[in-house]
Structure formats: C-alpha cells, structure tokens
C-alpha cells in the first residue's frame, strides 16, 4: 500500500510513505549494523537568536533519549551562515539550557573529544572532504555566475518548470577549470545528486520515499566563501562527532535524502533518523521567532519554572507512554526520561495550548510552596519582585510572614509569582494610590468605618452593615463595591471577605482612614 504524506508543509514535493513490508532496501541504519554503538544524539540549532519552544522540544527529545540509553546529548551550533549569526546567541543558549536542565555532555562551553563544536571553527576539516568528494567524482566546482543563474531561475519561472541547475559546470575540462581558478574567478561547490528511489527508514514517519534527485538540482555545498553549507557541514558533523541519531524537526525531512546520498558518496553508513511533528500556535498558523512569549527566557522572566515548561512540551506531538494531560502529570526530568519513547512521537504537527503552561506553573508553584527550603527561595525572589515594581514600598507588607501568607492565597489564583505584582493586585503592597469611584457619601463611610471597628468579625460586621443599609435604604452590593474601591481602588476583584482576611484587621483600618 502507498500512502502518500497527508501534508503539505513538506512543500511540493510528494513524500511517499510505504509499509513495512514492502521497504525492501531501507536506507540501512547504524544502529542495526553496529548494535554496540554508543547512542550519541545532537542538537544543532543555528545561532540566529532566543532558543523557543519548538528549538526546546528538538533538544529535550534528544535529550532524553540519550539518557535513557546511557548515551551523550552534544550540542553543536551551526554557524556557517554569518548572515544571520547574532551575538551572544550560543551563550544564551547554553545558559537557557543548563537552567531548564537539558544539559549536554559536550558543547562549545564544555568542550569534549569531538570538538570544535562551532561549525565555524571546523572549516578545514569541511574543506579536506569536499576535495575528497571533487576527487572521487562526487562533486564539483561551479563557476557559474550570479546573474547566470537567475536568468536560469527567471528562465524556469518562465516556463513554469523547476529551477534545477543544468549542470553546466559538470562539463569542464581540467584546463578549462584551472584556467578560471588561475584568472581568480570565484566558485561554489556542487554536490552531484543521483537518483535515490529506496526508503529511508524514519523511527517517527516509517519508510519515506522521496528522490530528491527529480526534484532539485545539485546544491551547492561549499559557497564561494569558503563556508559550507548546511547539508555537507551537517553530514561531516554527524558522522565525525559519532551521532547514532538524529532527532530533528520535520521540516528537515526533505533534507535527508540528500544527506543520505551525502553519506554515500563518503562511504559513511548514515545515522537513525526521527523527525519530530511540526508544533504550530493554537490557530494552526506556523510558530514564529518573532513570537516573544514562545522564548524559553522570556518564560524564565515571568517566572514560569523549569519543570512546568518541560512537561508542557512534552504535550505536543506524544512520545510519553502515559502522558496525557493532566495536572497530576508534572513529571520529573527524570522521570520524562524513563517514560520517554520515540514510537510513542506522533506524525501529525501539534498544537500549543498555553493556557496549560499556566495551569502547570500553578501546580509547581504549590509544589515548591509546598518544600520549606524552596519556600524561602520564593519568598526572596517575590521580594526582589516587589520592590522593583514598587520602589519606596512599606517593609511590613514585604516582611517574611506577610509574602508567605500573600504567597498562599495566591496559589488559587495566580499562574506564576509574579503575577502577584499585576496591576490587579497591586493593592496587596500599597494603598491605593487612585480611586474608581464611590458613591457612597463621606458621611455614610464614616458610619460604615465605625462599624467595621466595632465589629468583631466579618460575619457581625456584614450584619451590622445590613441593618444600615436598610435604615439608610442604600443597596448592600452597592456598599460592598464601594468599600472593594476604598481598600483596593478597583471595583473589580476577589469577593470582600478575602480581601479583608488578606490585607488583616489592621491595615484595613488604616486604609479606612486612609480615605476618611
Ligand atoms: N541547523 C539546523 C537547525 O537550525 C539543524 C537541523 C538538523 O538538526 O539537522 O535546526
């Protein structure tokens, strides 16, 4: 049976996925041929700016996977396009993923037997394998200028067929090519692709079909430059670093065929591959780098935890052998690792729910609440908080006893820490500095503040305050809003009980007269 891949996001080309049965010839994999193989995974994120969400699931899954299996996490940055190389981008990166927890083994930081583990510092060893692959037949010098090659891309527009390269440069002579190179005129280098009609074996996607070679012309693989490109950098990596898997996004799918033909023309026996489902926003639309709140340090700014951040990722696109959602199912690091299972990944893309980002926050917020040790740290961090957002504030509201008991109410009804000093509750570390407006008289507040000094508790000071609303024939829901705006300056907010319970007897005189 022949199913042809349901999406499109693949682009054009029609990706063919045959049943097991019928994959005679799979794309052989390392593991299978070399069981005893250390299992050695990477990921390889090009350094163009914050690590989101989506880079964050590819370097998790990789992650767990080699822990599962006693095998090494590298982190690699591939760095060939200085275009959109952005500083401080692998420091960043290597920060964020050492504070989530998905450390590698071996990075640029860390160093490690494979190094260098920037691809900008490995040029000559790129350069030492494409002379290997000129040398053998597999590839060759392109002299081909630009403007040549859009008039061959105008000239396919034209004819609404595919922009292939026409080889022209594959027909050189020797003399020919050395008389350019001699005269200094600049070339690239192109991979000669053939044709590549088996099934490369997917642990995600089962055997895909798809020959490049009908589809695109030969890539370039070395630019003018002197810096590869992606394919051949990415190939040479992964077969000198020893990688046994590579676990990357889909889009990269239609990439691997021509990796793998890469991987043959070196003689190389090529790693296991397993793409990852896309991971789209709620609405279906594509994740964008644009898209602040998908930043893993934007997160950590507003607080969200490690341990909430992995699990919601975890949600998208399976992999987990009882990972449903569920706020019982914040599991730890190592406990994703032991649950973690690459048949488990499904094909179809994932949505982002992040409303359930928040919801776990919560749960790990409570569980850190809960352990005296990190209590003390949310107390110091809520602190810190305060007193930035509220410069001059009254050091009794940010005593330890006052936080902690701030910090308690709040774990019904706030997501992360720092929701505790939203505008909306601002009221928690200050007087209101403004009022929505009361229509309650100066006179009858001056009643009401009497009754509420007089009264014992809430419940007799709701009675009290009854009995006046009758006698002066005002609206008890009107009052009670009126006194929300006098101890909170909002009309909108918890019911009035709590917020007397929260602010306590004491302050809520002071704000009484505060008013008066
Ligand atoms: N540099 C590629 C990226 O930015 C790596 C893709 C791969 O893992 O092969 O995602």
Redesign the pocket.
Known sequence: MLRIYPSLELGRIGLCFYNLEQGVGLISTRIRMMSSAPVRV?????PTGQLHLG?LR?ALYNYLFAKARGGSFILRI?DTDRSRFVPGATENLENILDWIGVKPDESPSKGGDYGPYFQSHRLDIYTKYVNQLIDGGHAYKCFCTERRLELLKREAARTRTSNIYDRRCLSLSEGQIKEKEESGVSYTVRFKLSSITEPVNDLVYGPVVHDVFQFEGDPIILKSDGFPT?HLA?VIDDHLMGISH?L??AE?QV?TPKHVLLYRAFGWNPPEFAHLPLILNQDGSKLSKRQDDLHILSLRENLYYPESILNFITLVGGGFEDKEYSLRNLFSMQELTTKFQLNRINSNSGKLEMERLGELNQVALRRRFDDPGERRVLIKSCRNLVIQAIPGVQDKFISDECIEKYLLWGLERIKTVKDLVNPDLLYLWTSPQTYETISLTKDTLSKIFEIYENSDDFKGFQKNLRSLCSILGLKFPVVMKDIRVLLTGRKEGPPLLEIIQILGREETLNRFKQYK
């Open positions: 990477r990921f390889a994120p090009s880079g590819t591939e992606y990415n590579v990357r996004g990269w990439s």
